[in-house]
């Protein structure tokens, strides 16, 4: 069964940082392509960042700011979040794709007050 964990979210104010982790258990974690997602209310969900391998891609809106990385001996992904925006606040998932399957974490709350 997979499980994806995340922690790492709480309440910052704008110009802040959080690090989100998310613990990956029951994939085959290094050949994964790892992602953040984030959903903020009455918006859809969108891609933050993904890493695939060891190339990243990153959303326009958080470039030069947020940096994905991933530890594979522990199978955890990590999102570095500096310069945080209230813009920024949101549920942020974790998401893991392969094989052609798709799996989410349950989501942490960022909120980022002005």
């Known amino acids: 069964q997979v499980q994806l964990v995340e922690s790492g979210g709480g309440l910052v104010q704008a110009g802040g940082s959080l690090r989100l982790s998310c613990a990956a258990s029951?994939?085959?974690?290094?050949?994964?392509?790892m992602g953040w997602y984030r959903q903020a209310p009455g918006k859809q969900r969108e891609l933050v960042a993904r890493?695939?391998?060891?190339?990243?891609n990153y959303a326009d809106s958080v470039k030069g700011r947020f940096t994905i990385s991933r530890a594979n001996a522990q199978n955890t992904v990590y999102l570095q979040m500096n310069s945080l925006k209230p813009e920024d606040t949101a549920v942020y998932y974790c998401?893991?794709?392969?094989?052609?399957?798709?799996?989410w974490g349950q989501g942490t709350q960022v909120t980022v007050s002005s």
């Open positions: 029951g994939i085959t974690f290094s050949f994964a392509v």
């Open positions: 998401n893991a794709a392969g094989s052609g399957l798709m799996y």
């Open positions: 890493i695939i391998g060891g190339n990243t």
